[in-house]
């Protein structure tokens, strides 16, 4: 599976938008972009997942370029409870298990 | 409905006994995993269940670790003769086993090892 880069940190104000960024540049035609979270004392949570269109569910958007070396994902209207770390996974057909990286570790603040 | 449980959600032991780690799926889902996670750092992959048999162990970090779900459904996981280094948290999840579905996480179990 093609290896992630994510900033360590962010901040982001309650009630704006916070946009995750992710490169994966050596992405292979058949893998998948998958966004996890884990907040604080939890195990991770799916936030959403794309090939190549934008994808969007209750959740965040997931918007990735054209020529899929990188995602943005984007929520809305970030709340506190959005405080935690975001993981960006590329993931192909051939095994089903997630490959984590550092992930972004997301502040909102009020 | 239930999510994904592991048991008991602390464990301290010293080093060198045996412990064992429990998971609970979620009802129907065939997919089981095992991941690690250490302080600061990303979960990573031990194990992968599908039914009873385990389709990928390639993350098992040495022939101390050892996984098994019998029946398809609880997985336990076991570690002989612990060590230090073994602390850290332990992830349980399950999916319905197709490729590219959606892992439910459980709580975690987190490992001290005195």
Redesign the interface.
């Known amino acids: 599976d093609a290896k992630t880069t994510q900033p360590p940190s962010m901040d982001c104000a309650e009630g704006r938008a916070a946009n995750l960024p992710c490169n994966h540049s050596t992405i292979s035609g058949n893998e998948y972009v998958y966004w996890y979270r884990q907040i604080h004392s939890q195990g991770p949570q799916y936030i959403i997942h794309g090939l190549k269109n934008n994808e969007t569910n209750e959740m965040a958007s997931l918007i990735i370029t054209e020529d899929r070396k990188s995602s943005t994902l984007i929520l809305p209207h970030a709340t506190l409870r959005d405080t935690a770390v975001y993981y960006c996974i590329v993931k192909g057909n051939a095994g089903n298990m997630l490959t984590f990286g550092g992930g972004t570790r997301l502040m909102v603040k009020p | 409905g239930a999510g994904?449980s592991q048991t008991p959600s602390n464990k301290v032991t010293e080093k060198g006994k045996y412990v064992e780690l429990r998971c609970d799926p979620i009802s129907g889902h065939t997919?089981l995993?095992w991941?690690r996670q250490s302080l600061g750092?990303?979960?990573?992959?031990l194990i992968?269940f599908?039914g009873t048999g385990a389709?990928?162990d390639s993350?098992l970090p040495n022939d101390r670790f050892f996984a098994v779900r019998p029946e398809g459904s609880v997985s336990t996981l076991k570690i002989q003769r612990t060590e230090r280094g073994d602390s850290a948290v332990y992830?349980c999840?399950s999916?319905l086993g197709w490729?590219?579905d959606?892992?439910?996480?459980?709580?975690?179990t987190r490992l001290t090892v005195l």
């Open positions: 994904v997919a995993y991941y750092q990303g979960p990573e992959f992968y599908q389709a990928d993350g992830l999840a999916s490729v590219g959606e892992q439910f996480f459980g709580p975690g």
